[in-house]
């Protein structure tokens, strides 16, 4: 009965260390898993999707609570911690499995999405064009363990401090109410 209530986003923002960290912070959200989806092959290993052959991105499976926080507004919170402009990079990580993508779960998600790129880009808000893939969700495969909880277990990484750190502060300031 309860996970009635509960839905899924599948969401690509580069190194699925950064999106995760991000999300696990937010009112709302319940569960936070990284992994991969959009790719050609099935179970795929993190040492194959960082080649790029695989088709798949680096991405996260979140399940949340619809009545306190909703689908548009983890999308604005996606939209302001990556950037949705660069094709298949973000930051240093480069090649297709680090593009920006919103995987969706229904026709509400998919409507949602465009909305909200479409305010966005009205809005100026971007150097460039917002070039997020917007597409069907499909099978979606868990990552190896240790990709799990990796900014809360090494947060004095370098990659963790240079990268994901930036990204932890820009939620905090720009959406503190959103903040468990």
Known sequence: ???????????????????????????????????????????????????????????????????????????????????????NRQQNDVGTQYRSAVFYHSKEQQETAQKVIKKLEEGRLFSGPIITEITEAGPFYEAEQDHHDYYNQNPNQPYCRVIIDPKVRKLQEKFAHKLK
């Open 1 to 87: 009965m309860e996970n009635e209530q509960k839905e899924t986003a599948t969401l690509a923002g580069g190194c699925f260390w950064c999106t995760e960290a991000v999300f696990q912070r937010v009112e709302g959200v319940e569960k936070v898993i990284s992994g991969f989806t959009g790719g050609t092959i099935k179970n795929p290993p993190y040492r194959e999707v960082i080649t790029g052959r695989t088709g798949h991105a680096e991405a996260v499976q979140i399940k949340f609570d619809p009545k306190k926080t909703s689908f548009e507004e983890l999308l604005y919170i996606f939209f302001a911690t990556h950037d949705p402009t660069t094709l």
